[in-house]
């Protein structure tokens, strides 16, 4: 760090220890409260205050007054302050991710771009290709998968532990916020309310052992998505978008938050990449490669197109994914061939580093 920057870092964390915990009534820095202070070149500073999940309430005020106060700092151009909180795992064996050997999080930093359902027709396709999978909605402000899957009506088992079983539909094991509650109520939760239904979902879920867990994460990137890349043990990440720029520019940004979190880019699809009219003829709708020329930029892979199709929207309609009701489609296949494409980076960006010995 120059010296610039390292004085724009003394000047921050004098102005967030003179913000008082709530608890401790310590200085907010002082207290181990703040979390992955970063300060770039530019002016732009990030950082998390990590509350006890149990008074995460308390610690709203003290975020948006630490996020005022590094925004007064000389230097700072831009401010992004996270509040997350965090618990101990429950002491219940059963429960959570520990028996998954892969969880991909399927996410869009924009909504609208169809991510919920290439998540699931993707998870369909790791079904198809003979692996046990999970499909886990975490879209709490907009829980697609009981539309998707065709499941409204039912509801999952709760144990005498208070473990919850996932519902079994399409040959996966599937868990959403939307099976909890009366989906005619707006979900109006503030980020430590939501931060706190991930946990439950991610912790007290009976999963049991699975090939592969696919994690529908809601757009953006923000509470939700940081208490997941810090809570749970990431494969990687696949990331949807459209072709159009309005959509690429988030992109980036979800790019960047993953690569801030260390969990790897498995690759970018390309949703509502084209429509093809029966003559053959393709009409790109949204623009032309926008997701392709992304991925190259950022040097992430490039996983496939997904042509806008009738049937997979008919498919969703009635919840009966288009992979697992038409597997011989061939947006169907395709869906196969970018979740295979997917699972080989895993396989590639996860393996372990050479050994290196000397005689």
Known sequence: MNNRLALI?????KRLDAIKDPISSKGLFSSGRI???DIREDGKVSFTVEAPAEAAERYVAARDAAEAAVRQAKGVTQVLAVLTAHEAPKAKPEGGVSRVK???AVASAKGGVGKSTVATNLA????????NTGLLDLDVYGPSAPTLLGVHNQKPHMRPDKLLDPLEAHGLKTMSIGYLVDPSSPMIWRGAMATSAVRQMIDEVVWGPLDVLVLDLPPGTGDVQLTLVQRVPLAGAVIV??????ALADVRRGLAMFEKARAPILGIVENMAYFETPDGTRTHIFGEGGARRTAEDAGAPFLGEIAIDVALRQACDAGAPLVAAQPDHPVSRRFREIAQAALDNVARLNKPAPRISFA
């Open 9 to 13: 870092r003394q000047d921050i964390e």
């Open 35 to 37: 979390l992955g202070l």
């Open 102 to 104: 892969r969880i991909i």
């Open 124 to 131: 369909c396709a790791y079904a198809a290709l003979g692996l």
């Open 241 to 246: 978008s459209t072709p159009q720029e309005v």
